[in-house]
C-alpha cells in the first residue's frame, strides 16, 4: 500500500472515530488536562481583577498577567469608590506575577509605575531579564461594527515600550499615532494598534503583530530599535499590503456582523484580518494567529510563508485564533490556542495542524469560558487562561500525568 492512501485511509479513520485518534496512530497519548479551582490563590488586599487582555509565562514557570482594571464596574470596585460603596473590592495593579504555586511576587499599578506609562497600554511580552515589553494603544479602531459617531476620533497604536521592573524606560520604538482609521502597512515608522510582542533574544530582534488596522508583521532590532524587516499574510511584501479606512469601508467587517451573505467554502482571504498574535518555536519558525480569519499561518524569521492551519474555520462572529502558545516540551508537539468565540482551548499538532483535543466550554462554572482571550503553558504541560468579558479571571488547567 503506498503512503499516500494509507495515510489517506488513517485520516478518514480519525474522523470518523475522533480527533485524537491520529494522535494515538503516532504513537502518542493524548494530552488531559484538570482545572485547578485553586490557583491563584485569593489575591491580597480586597485586589479584584478586571478584563485579562494578556498573560505570559516566563523562564522561571512564573506567570504574568496584564488586565484593564479600568473596565470594572462601580459595585465591582465598590471599596474604591467616594465614598465607598461595600467592603471590597479595589482594582487591582495593571501588571501582576504569578508563582507557580499561585502566589502574587511582583506587582505593577499602571501609570504610577512608570513616568513614561502610556494612557492606553496594549499587549505586553516578557524577556529573560524580565523586562517588559508594551505597546501604548487606544481604542480599537471600528474593525467589528462600525460607529458613525467615533469617525473622528484618535485611534491611538503609537509607540513599543520597553520598560525595568524598576520603572526605568529603556527603549521606544515608534511614534505618535495618527488620527485616523486609514492604515498604512508601509510606514514602519508607526504602527496601527499592535496585538502582539515577542522577543527573540537570540537574534536580538522584537516581532510585533501590527493588527488591528494593519494588516502585517513588523520586526524591529531590541537593541537600537531599529526596523529590519516585515511582511503579510502569505509573506506578502508590505508594498503589496492593502490599505484600508475602516469607517469608511465597513464591507471588511466580517459579513456575519452585517447580515451580508458568507460563504464559508470561499478560497481563504489574501490578507490577514482582525487582530494578530505572534509566537517563535525554538525551531525558528514564527507562527502568526489570525484571529477573525480563524487560522495560523506560519513563516520562516525571515517571513517566507511555510504553511497555514484553519482552526474551526466556520466560525464566525470575532473568529477561533485569540492566542497562540506553543508546549515547552524540547520538540514543543503542541500548539495551544484560546477561542473566544467556541470558548474553548484547541490542542493542535504542530506539524500539521490536526486537532488532538480540546476542552472547556462556554460557562461561568470552573473550568469554561466567557469569551477566552489568553493562553500560555509551562514547563510541566500545564495550560494558564484569561478571559476578558464577564469571567474576569485567570484559570490553571495541569497536565494529568
Not at 504569578?98 to 516578557?126: C, Q
Not at 470561499?266 to 484571529?291: C, H, T, W
Request: charged residues 20%; contains cysteine; hydrophobic residues 35%.
Amino acid at each position: 500500500m503506498s503512503v499516500f492512501k494509507r495515510s489517506r485511509g488513517l485520516w478518514l479513520l480519525a474522523m470518523v472515530v475522533g480527533p485524537g485518534f491520529a494522535v494515538l496512530l503516532l504513537g502518542q497519548s493524548i494530552p488531559r488536562y484538570r482545572v485547578d479551582p485553586f490557583w491563584p490563590k485569593e489575591l491580597p488586599s480586597n485586589w479584584m481583577l478586571g478584563s485579562i487582555d494578556h498573560l505570559f509565562l516566563d523562564q522561571d514557570d512564573h506567570v504574568w498577567v496584564f488586565h484593564q482594571p479600568g473596565l470594572l464596574q462601580r459595585d465591582q470596585a465598590g471599596l474604591a469608590q467616594d465614598p465607598p460603596l461595600s467592603e471590597c473590592c479595589v482594582p487591582a495593579p495593571t501588571i501582576i506575577e504569578f508563582d507557580s504555586d499561585g502566589n502574587v511576587l511582583k506587582s505593577w499599578r499602571g501609570p504610577t509605575a512608570a513616568p513614561h506609562w502610556p494612557a492606553g497600554a496594549g499587549p505586553i511580552g516578557i524577556d529573560s531579564n524580565k523586562n517588559i515589553w508594551m505597546t501604548a494603544s487606544g481604542r480599537r479602531p471600528g474593525i467589528h461594527v462600525p460607529r458613525p459617531e467615533a469617525k473622528n476620533r484618535p485611534y491611538g497604536g503609537g509607540d513599543l515600550l520597553q520598560f525595568s521592573l524598576a520603572g526605568d524606560l529603556l527603549l521606544e520604538i515608534g511614534r505618535n499615532p495618527r488620527d485616523s482609521g486609514a492604515s498604512n502597512n508601509q510606514d514602519t515608522g508607526m504602527f496601527g494598534v499592535p496585538t502582539g510582542v515577542q522577543v527573540d533574544e537570540r537574534a536580538h530582534e522584537v516581532y510585533v503583530a501590527d493588527g488591528y488596522t494593519n494588516r502585517r508583521i513588523v520586526v524591529y532590532d531590541s537593541v537600537t530599535g531599529a526596523f529590519k524587516r516585515g511582511w503579510g499574510a502569505y509573506g506578502m511584501p508590505l508594498s503589496q499590503i492593502e490599505n484600508v479606512d475602516y469607517e469608511d469601508n465597513p464591507e471588511i467587517v466580517r459579513p456575519i456582523n452585517l447580515g451580508q451573505d458568507y460563504n464559508p467554502d470561499a478560497p481563504p482571504p489574501k490578507q490577514f484580518r482582525g487582530a494578530m498574535i505572534v509566537r517563535l518555536s525554538n525551531d525558528g519558525l514564527v507562527y502568526v494567529g489570525d484571529e477573525e480569519n480563524d487560522r495560523i499561518q506560519v513563516f520562516t524569521t525571515q517571513g517566507k510563508f511555510v504553511k497555514e492551519f484553519f482552526v474551526a474555520p466556520r466560525t464566525l462572529d470575532e473568529g477561533s485564533v485569540m492566542d497562540v502558545a506553543l508546549s515547552r516540551d524540547p520538540k514543543q508537539k503542541f500548539l495551544i490556542i484560546a477561542d473566544g468565540s467556541n470558548n474553548v482551548v484547541w490542542v493542535l499538532n504542530r506539524n500539521d495542524g490536526s486537532v488532538v483535543t480540546k476542552f472547556g466550554g462556554r460557562g461561568h462554572n470552573v473550568g469554561q469560558f466567557s469569551y477566552l482571550h489568553a493562553v500560555d503553558t509551562d514547563s510541566h504541560g500545564n495550560i494558564y487562561t484569561g478571559e476578558v468579558k464577564y469571567n474576569y479571571r485567570i484559570q490553571k488547567f495541569a497536565l494529568e500525568k
